[in-house]
């Protein structure tokens, strides 16, 4: 099956003027390289396409993939990750990954924890700020970030307010750094967990539960500290409860083929679900969902192969 790569390359963005922050959801070649050299190792012809600019040239000349292995993040507004979905969508080319629809959501912290919510899967009373004086009637300490961004962008020491001047004038930050409402939540003191996901629906399986080291914000500075803040599987019944939180979750969202949840339990020890990764980094070392696989005894080529296992059954390919 000739298989097409979607993905955003940080070189490819390098006369963009971008920070560093701004470039963290792209990947390297490592990454591209890993996932490619697997595929192509199983007997798959790779064409590697790059971003979606490179992808809306390549499909007014007519499609020619079997699949597309979709890992896009996008650059510039709320729908940037269901942009390259939508587009094969539209000329109906299967896709792996979670569809247009789901990742437009799911970009939205806000609008992913009312659906969620509505559903009974346990997650922290929150409010959207859309200006840094926004009414915010929730109890103190409260944990702030971008509405809309993922990699722990704009987390930091600061993200956690005790008083009404630190909300107002984290929002503000957050508001001008990112120019985008702001997801107020309140503060959940215990336990945090990350839960790595393969499969579709009543198909979707758990990979692992990864304990996170909940004694320091886990942002931006911190993600690529990975022996620093990763403990290690958990598999006592409080990281049990946060695998059926999660798989919860992944199931009402309509996520696919592959990807992470992150959750935080409360005081009494319940994991709530704090947002979901549908388009999980796949870096053969250091990304979270390879990371917990490698704890739970799998290879990168045995990710991979679960996560398009997934998405062949669900379009009626082979793999």
């Not at 309140?186 to 996170?212: C, D, H, K, N």
């Not at 019944?237 to 935080?264: F, I, N, P, T």
Request: hydrophobic content about 40%; overall charge negative; some cysteine.
């Amino acid at each position: 099956m000739h298989i097409g790569m979607t993905y955003d390359l940080v070189a490819d963005w390098a006369g963009e003027e971008l920070d560093a922050e701004q470039l963290a959801e792209f990947d390297g070649d490592a990454t591209i390289d890993a996932i490619a050299t697997h595929f192509l190792q199983r007997g798959h012809p790779v064409e590697k396409i790059g971003r979606a600019r490179a992808l809306i040239s390549r499909l007014n000349d007519g499609p020619r993939w079997g699949i597309v292995f979709n890992i896009c993040e996008g650059l510039h507004g709320p729908g940037r990750e269901a942009l390259v979905p939508a587009l094969l969508e539209s000329f109906g080319v299967p896709c792996v990954f979670s569809d247009s629809l789901v990742l437009a959501l799911t970009l939205h912290k806000g609008h992913t924890k009312r659906v969620v919510r509505d559903a009974g899967v346990p997650t922290a009373d929150f409010t959207v700020l859309d200006r840094p004086d926004a009414p915010c009637p929730l109890p103190y300490p409260l944990f702030l970030k971008p509405i809309g961004e993922g990699t722990g962008k704009g987390i930091g020491p600061s993200s956690l307010c005790h008083t009404l001047r630190e909300v107002e004038t984290e929002a503000a930050r957050l508001l001008a750094r990112f120019r985008q409402p702001v997801l107020a939540e309140s503060y959940l003191p215990g336990r945090e967990f990350t839960v790595g996901i393969v499969g579709t629906g009543t198909a979707a399986q758990v990979v692992g539960v990864m304990e996170i080291d909940s004694s320091t914000t886990y942002g931006f500075a911190t993600k690529k500290n990975y022996d620093a803040v990763r403990y290690g599987l958990a598999d006592d019944a409080e990281g049990r409860a946060a695998a059926e939180v999660a798989l919860g979750a992944w199931q009402v969202l309509g996520c696919r083929d592959g990807g992470r949840v992150d959750l935080r339990s409360d005081a009494a020890g319940q994991p709530n679900f704090l947002e979901v990764n549908p388009l999980p980094g796949l870096h053969p070392i250091d990304s979270d969902l390879v990371i917990l696989s490698r704890l739970a005894g799998h290879d990168h080529g045995w990710l991979l192969d679960r996560i398009m296992e997934s998405a062949c059954a669900r379009s009626g390919l082979p793999w």
